[in-house]
């Protein structure tokens, strides 16, 4: 199975790149120790770091803020996933436990500073990729039960005619949250050749902890505009 961006997407946003950490077998009933301690130490590290300072107008925020006003989306009404989570430590509302897989991602997201998305692959329904919405596409927002219009040409996760999440990396979906019982799924990290050092770091990062320490089977990845697609399936 693939994963790809479309080349609608990269000219709007020519210098966007993919980390991809495609993972198999892990155990996310399990309780890892070092997972928790490692999210306490991001948070600590974070809020050390943002203390006294406004968090979007911090230089690691400044390439989504101008992807975002390139894409014709208003960053102080749709904050990106990293600047909303950001903004949260930052006021010391700190961050729950929810689960190895969620928590994982959490603290490399906050250690780096970038977008970290985690997608359960068995829940997918057609192929999944970044594209611009159509007028078929609908979003069920986390929490809700009523799928809502997705606006058209609008930068999107998809997986079928299913939007998850909107707006690039603004909102994930109810669909395909993870859970205790997901065991096969795609890290995706996201970010520029601005700061492609910080993206392919956490991404191996992200890789050693789930290959050395948690016994899963993955395969690495990176999506740019000269390489689209991603082959997801680990022999």
Known sequence: MNFYVTEKVFEKMPDVVFGLVSVKGVDNSKDYGFIHQLLDESIASCENYFE??????EKELQPYRNAFQTLGINPNKFMSSIEALLTRIAKKK????INPVVDLGNAISLKYYLPVGAHDLNTMEGEFCVRTATAEDTFLPFGAEEREAVDVDEVVYATGTKVRPRRWIWRQSEEGKIDAATNELLFILDGFTDNIDA????????????SEKMGCATKVGLIDKNNMVFDMDIL
């Open 52 to 57: 006294g300072k406004v968090v979007k107008q």
């Open 199 to 210: 993206v392919i770091s956490a991404r191996d990062e992200l890789n050693s902890i789930l």
């Open 94 to 97: 700190g961050m729950p436990h």
